[in-house]
């Protein structure tokens, strides 16, 4: 494998010290942190709402919810939580309702409504995705990005010896640096399995660090489609940027 130990350097340095991650962080911390502190199936229900929409979006949807115990979730029906989404700006809203009701219901049969067991009750970071990955709604790239949330936000799992299979979330823009940094082929990039591989075996101690410095290079500096503002990018700034050339002006 070429060795790109300086763009992963780079990556990891950005993603400890740029303001912009560090307040997305934070904003982050203070959702999942408050309603697993008011009800932990809500930063359950956070979780399955989060595909292909704004996360803010996402995880301001309790604040629809009227909400002090598991019990008032079980209440709610299907189309009320059709309500509730689309109040929040929610799309999908059907499709998530379905997943919502069919969530409260696993956490009902399999954990006496205590969300909280998911994690609790667990003695790795594998038993925790798997746990999520049995949720209707949740995938590979959800489950991991929930419980790297529970490591960094409430230290769950700061014993576990199995941090390398906290891996990266392969959204979109995670996708296109991956490329454009020449980690991976521009023919495979839309293959998860390649991206998440690549990433642990660029930072085989914990790849998910790869993620955030990523997504908001991505996002910020260098979309998919669009200008991109190679000469900002502090990819490109730092020279670690094969088609720094091609696309700068």
């Given at each position: 494998m070429t060795d790109f130990s300086q763009s992963v350097n780079a990556l990891l340095e950005y993603g400890a010290?740029?303001?912009?991650?560090?307040?997305?962080?934070?904003?982050?911390?203070?959702?999942?942190?408050c309603w697993i502190e008011r009800e932990p199936a809500l930063f359950?229900?956070?979780?399955?709402?989060?595909?292909?929409?704004?996360?803010?979006?996402?995880?301001e949807i309790p604040n629809y919810i009227l909400c002090s115990s598991f019990a008032d979730l079980e209440k709610i029906s299907q189309s009320?939580?059709?309500?509730?989404?689309?109040?929040a700006g929610y799309i999908r809203c059907a499709k998530v309702a379905d997943e919502y009701v069919d969530a409260i219901k696993h956490i009902r049969n399999v954990y006496d409504g205590h969300a909280e067991k998911i994690w609790t009750e667990s003695k790795?970071?594998?038993?925790?995705?798997?746990?999520?990955?049995?949720?209707?709604?949740?995938?590979?790239?959800?489950?991991?990005?929930?419980?790297?949330?529970?490591?960094r936000y409430k230290n769950i799992g700061n014993d576990f010896t199995d941090k390398h299979f906290m891996d990266i979330s392969p959204d979109t823009h995670v996708k296109q640096i991956f490329n454009m940094l020449g980690f991976v082929d521009d023919i495979?990039?839309?293959?998860?399995?390649?991206?998440?591989?690549?990433?642990?075996?660029?930072?085989?101690?914990?790849?998910?660090?790869?993620?955030?410095?990523?997504?908001?290079?991505?996002?910020?500096?260098?979309?998919?489609?669009?200008?991109?503002?190679?000469?900002?990018?502090?990819?490109?700034?730092?020279?670690?940027?094969?088609?720094?050339?091609?696309?700068?002006?």
């Open positions: 010290t740029d303001p912009e991650i560090i307040k997305e962080i934070q904003y982050e911390r203070d959702r999942v942190i359950v229900l956070c979780c399955v709402a989060d595909k292909n929409i704004d996360a803010k979006i996402v995880w009320q939580w059709q309500t509730i989404l689309k109040k790795s970071f594998a038993e925790i995705i798997v746990k999520f990955l049995k949720f209707k709604g949740i995938g590979k790239k959800i489950a991991t990005m929930a419980t790297n949330m529970l490591n495979n990039q839309d293959n998860t399995d390649i991206i998440v591989y690549t990433a642990r075996a660029l930072n085989p101690d914990a790849p998910y660090l790869l993620d955030y410095p990523c997504y908001i290079i991505g996002k910020k500096f260098c979309k998919k489609r669009g200008n991109k503002l190679c000469q900002e990018c502090p990819m490109g700034k730092k020279q670690c940027c094969p088609n720094y050339e091609k696309y700068k002006k």
